[in-house]
Each structure stands twice: as structure tokens, then as C-alpha cells.
């Protein structure tokens, strides 16, 4: 999922970052960054469904720099068994 984020946002000359905080306390799969500096962060998961407690860390960086954020989204894929 990583690859295809990062290949659809070279075509539209956007910048593809992690986040993690040193301390661990936070941490966002996929930062996407547009040339005036807004960004979409994306949680990725390997899971059935998706959680309050899986979106925790995007509801952080909104609340940190609101007007930084554009969209905040969790994407997610059923593990096949």
C-alpha cells in the first residue's frame, strides 16, 4: 500500500513522510505533503476493521497543527486467513 501512496503522489509533486515521535507516543504509517505544505495522514491496518484507539494518533496531528491537515484517513485490508 506504501508503494502505490508513494507513486500516486510522485505523479501530483507531493512528498511522502512517516511520522514517529522519539518517545514513541506517537506515530502516523503516512504523511503526504503538497508543495504548500498541507498535508493527508493515513493509518494503515492489517485488520478486519478499524478502531477508535487505531485512529488515535491522527486525531493527535490534527489537533496539533489543524491547519496543516487536510484529511485524516485509516485504511485498512482484511487479512486473509
Do not use: C
Amino acid at each position: 500500500m506504501t508503494l502505490s501512496v508513494r507513486s500516486y503522489a510522485q505523479q501530483l509533486s507531493a512528498r511522502v513522510h512517516h511520522l514517529r515521535l522519539a518517545n514513541g507516543a506517537h506515530e502516523v504509517d503516512l504523511i503526504i505533503e503538497a508543495d504548500d505544505h498541507r498535508i493527508v495522514a493515513l493509518e494503515v491496518k492489517l485488520a478486519d476493521s478499524v478502531t477508535d484507539d487505531d485512529v488515535k494518533h491522527l486525531k493527535w496531528l490534527r489537533s496539533k497543527v489543524p491547519d496543516l491537515v487536510a484529511e485524516v484517513a485509516a485504511l485498512h485490508s482484511i487479512a486473509e486467513t
